[in-house]
């Protein structure tokens, strides 16, 4: 059968800063950052996986904060900075986080990874030297089924020297 | 005295690093193909129903909608799959044999048009009475599942026994009779659902004679051969391409949704995206139920004289892989014993629920559970030590344990004997503490059959292609370091080309252990080939012979210290610009590899739990694991293996179980289906023996699955010895621990006599 368009739908416009670039897109109120993220903007790091906010493979960071992009409406990002994955690097030199990930093998499949970095990346921009308890209960929203964490507790730990070390 | 190895066994960087951690790295859901649609399906609401109607045309008007699929779109080909038994359709037809199967899908130009079109579609379902358990299916009388005798289904394939295996030798009723003691105890294990981050991914396109598919199967060459016979094409006009995965741990292995996308592409006329939510992953597959009845027998000393084993498998509505799960389960009861008499007996049973397939370490962790909780308490009956008790029963290295089967390759008895050390198992334990160990061995591998392809191109650089999947096990970077060590060359130099079928060369599949040791021996013998090929062209260009060139960091030495690069050597050998060598590895079954297995997969595991008397919460304190992996190419990525495989393995011993109720899955979300979080993780050590025991490249042997098969016993025995009580059913939630405290509390308040 020839597919005619679908019907419009009711959109809105907003205007967000993703990864320190302005953005002003229409889009559908129900629209989420996620889909926003990966399907109009082509930044596909942020991952869906639970669909339900418990996963937190498509963790990114809104004005600083972690949120689970699949549930977090793209409307409420109007005005806002958010960071993705694919920001986080200065150019081609990687953050200490995704340094210390690489270094301790912290990843297997990669899928978690992406949201796993950026939720450590809050925790560290809050508590720069967590305990190990800390790190623990930080990332308890986002999951990990290949590394048994071990490795990622490993990483984050690395992380927070390298970045206490370079402040000073 | 071992060679020297310079970048096998060494802590190389993953080759995927860099594009996992910024994000770019490609997998399955993030490809965008030219002009593709959006699938979504329709599932049954019923366990099991007639269907005597399907109206598709109000979906079929909703604009935006390309096509929708039913049963009637699939009279020109053949429509069933299975790996052993073709059992399973694209799409239901006729019957609907569990909650959660499709019954239609939507293509439409975008995902909320295609869900929508779903509301559309009119089925109508008579309902049938369900058998959605083991008791339901045996009964007699019981509905049956499949009421056709499916494609390759074995003979003693009756009512719902879907499949049945046996291991048997002796007499072992004779034996039990005259046995000191015997003991027999029943055993129950939950369906489990992997989690692989990544839902069941497919874009297809079926547009003329070609079938292109990117998907997030471990197994390509299987899917292809599946999508061949099916639509009625020749191999080489099947392209099945895989991106990254995102964790497989069998949920991705054999054929899953493939064929239900390709036959919603071929009838959109266009590409078409068909991705699986995480609640559509968890109606797709999961890991079989079991229930473990074991009777052993047992001399004064406590050796082992007998054992019956009747494994009973829940395979759901569709065989799957659960034949091959079935053979594994009925040898993987009996574990690294010793023992005369035997008959082990699993079958495979059909119910009215989510098929079960493969699940990293097919058939172990539901047998290998009831066999080591029941060593624990013969050794609590004998008053023996549990280690003592196994050391008396465990075959010796060297020792095979069949006569049809490859001698034990590892010391059972030593690594059991180091976790015990490693949790500190002659130490008294605090109050409500305990600790408990276990062993389990698999016949690992599956079959042997690989091809590898290397190119040295004429900088110097080489391509190594092949198909074993990149799962996030590390395969890739694995391979590169066997390849460079092979060719003399910095790993840097080494690249990995994967998982296409119409450009990387056949691999049978991706689980059982098997890439490390068979795709490595396959890239090992196309990079001597290469070699080979190498010193007849550095021979010639430097006017020497072949025996005494020394090759070394991309460069060819002669013994009169002349010498050439690698890229050198090629360019001279085309006597042009350009110009690449190539060579071919192949791996084949039979010789080498018989008897089988390939190798023994061994782990070892030991816990030390604290459990909370007035709650029943049991939490893992520590935990220490040991592998035996003959070399780990790559020991970071070896010990993440074995660190991940374990804590599974914890999941499903504390807090995983998919729950059933009346024909519907209950918790199929991860809001109710609880995974081990960060918070889980115990005091974790992990060790690897490395006495290259193993037949793979440098005496490296597979791993990866073995670690999951200790945890539940190790953490069940523990239990025991901090409170007293033994739970025969998994998971140990807080519940089914706080009944059991309660139970013997009544027990002991009741006065003997």
């Known amino acids: ?168 | 005295m071992a060679e020297t190895l310079r970048v096998v066994g060494r802590p190389v960087p993953r080759l995927d690093g860099l594009e996992k951690v910024t994000g770019r790295a490609r997998y399955t859901v993030d490809l965008v193909v030219p002009g593709m649609a959006h699938g979504a399906i329709l599932r049954s609401p019923l366990p099991r129903a007639r269907l005597r109607g399907i109206d598709t045309s109000r979906a079929e008007r909703l604009p935006g909608v390309v096509a929708v699929l039913t049963a009637a779109d699939l009279g020109d080909i053949d429509p069933y799959y299975g790996q052993v038994i073709r059992d399973r359709p694209v799409i239901a037809i006729d019957e609907v044999r569990y909650a959660g199967e499709p019954v239609a899908a939507v293509a439409a130009l975008d995902p909320a048009t295609a869900r929508e079109a779903l509301d559309r579609i009119e089925v109508d379902y008579e309902a049938l009475p369900p058998v959605l358990d083991l008791d339901a299916a045996l009964a007699a009388g019981a509905p049956r599942v499949h009421t056709r005798r499916p494609a390759g289904a074995p003979p003693e394939a009756e009512g719902n026994i879907c499949f049945h295996a046996r291991v048997a030798r002796g007499d072992p009723e004779a034996a039990l009779a005259g046995a000191a003691h015997v003991f027999e105890h029943t055993f129950t294990f939950p369906m489990v659902y992997h989690y692989a981050m990544e839902p069941h991914a497919v874009v297809a396109a079926a547009e003329g004679p070609a079938v292109t598919v990117w998907t997030s199967a471990q197994h390509p060459f299987l899917v292809r051969a599946d999508l061949a016979r099916m639509f009625g094409r020749a191999l080489e006009q099947v392209r099945v391409v895989v991106p990254y995965v995102g964790g497989g741990f069998g949920s991705k292995s054999y054929t899953k949704i493939e064929p239900l996308a390709v036959a919603l592409a071929r009838k959109a006329g266009r590409p078409v995206r068909v991705a699986l939510s995480v609640a559509e992953a968890c109606l797709t597959t999961r890991r079989h139920a079991a229930r473990v009845v074991l009777r052993t027998g047992v001399d004064r000393d406590g050796r082992l004289v007998a054992r019956v084993a009747t494994i009973w498998l829940d395979t759901g509505a569709y065989a799957d892989n659960g034949p091959r799960v079935t053979t594994k389960a009925a040898r993987r009861v009996l574990g690294g014993y010793r023992c005369p008499h035997v008959r082990s007996d699993a079958y495979a049973v059909y119910t009215n629920t989510v098929p079960a397939g493969s699940f990293r370490a097919i058939g172990a962790p539901q047998t290998i559970w009831a066999c080591e909780v029941q060593m624990d308490l013969i050794a609590q009956a004998l008053g023996l030590d549990p280690v003592e008790l196994r050391a008396r029963n465990l075959g010796r290295r060297g020792e095979a344990l069949f006569d049809h089967e490859r001698p034990l390759d590892a010391d059972l008895e030593a690594g059991l004997r180091r976790v015990a050390a490693a949790i500190g198992w002659d130490r008294p334990a605090a109050p409500r503490t305990g600790r408990g160990l276990a062993v389990g061995i698999t016949d690992a591998g599956a079959e042997p059959v690989a091809s590898a392809i290397v190119r040295l191109h004429a900088d110097g650089s080489a391509s190594v292609h092949e198909s074993s999947t990149e799962l996030g096990q590390g395969v890739r970077t694995v391979l590169a370091q066997i390849a460079a060590e092979a060719l003399a060359l910095p790993v840097e130099r080494v690249g990995v080309v994967a998982s296409d079928t119409a450009g990387t060369p056949y691999d049978r599949s991706t689980g059982a252990s098997r890439s490390t040791t068979v795709m490595g021996l396959a890239v090992e013998a196309a990079c001597q080939e290469v070699r080979a090929q190498l010193a007849d062209a550095a021979a010639a260009a430097l006017g020497t012979g072949t025996g005494s060139l020394v090759f070394e960091a991309g460069r060819i030495r002669a013994p009169d210290g002349r010498e050439v690069t690698y890229g050198e050597a090629v360019r001279a050998f085309f006597a042009g610009p350009g110009g690449e060598l190539v060579g071919r590895g192949y791996v084949r079954g039979g010789g080498r590899w018989t008897p089988p297995p390939l190798f023994w997969e061994v782990g070892w595991g030991a816990a030390e739990v604290a459990v909370d008397e007035e709650t029943g919460q049991v939490r893992v304190a520590r935990y220490a694991s040991l592998a035996d992996v003959g070399l780990a190419v790559n020991p970071p990525l070896a010990e993440g293996q074995d660190e991940g495989a374990a804590v599974m393995g914890l999941g499903h011993t504390l807090f995983e179980a998919l729950r059933y109720e009346a024909g519907q899955l209950q918790n199929g979300t991860l809001v109710d289906y609880r995974v081990p979080l960060a918070e889980d993780l115990p005091a974790l050590a992990t060790g690897l023996v490395e006495d290259r025991n193993g037949p793979g490249a440098h005496g490296a042997k597979g791993m990866g699955e073995g670690a999951i098969n200790p945890v539940a016993p190790a953490v069940t025995t523990a239990l025991a010895r901090a409170c007293g009580v033994v739970v025969t059913e998994l998971p140990l939630t807080p519940e089914r621990v706080w009944r059991a405290l309660r139970r013997r509390r009544a027990e002991q308040a009741i006065p003997a006599g």
């Open chain 1, 1 to 168: 059968m020839d597919a005619a368009a679908p019907a419009a739908r009711p959109v809105v416009e907003i205007s967000l800063t993703v990864n320190g670039r302005p953005h002003t897109l229409t889009v559908e109120p129900r629209e989420t950052l996620l889909d926003v993220l990966r399907v109009r903007l082509g930044l596909t790091g942020a991952k869906l996986s639970c669909d339900v906010q418990v996963c937190g493979a498509c963790t990114v960071l809104v004005d600083g904060l972690p949120v689970s992009a699949c549930t977090y409406l793209a409307y409420e990002a109007r005005g806002r900075q958010v960071l993705t994955i694919e920001g986080l690097a200065d150019g081609d030199r990687l953050h200490p986080l995704q340094q210390a990930f690489i270094d301790h093998a912290a990843f297997q499949c990669g899928y978690c990874t992406p949201g796993m970095i950026l939720a450590a990346k809050a925790l560290l921009d809050e508590i720069p030297r967590p305990t190990a308890d800390e790190v623990k209960h930080y990332l308890r929203g986002n999951i990990c089924r290949c590394t048994g964490y071990k490795k990622i507790l490993e990483a984050v730990a690395a992380a927070a020297e390298a970045l206490a070390a370079r402040h000073g």
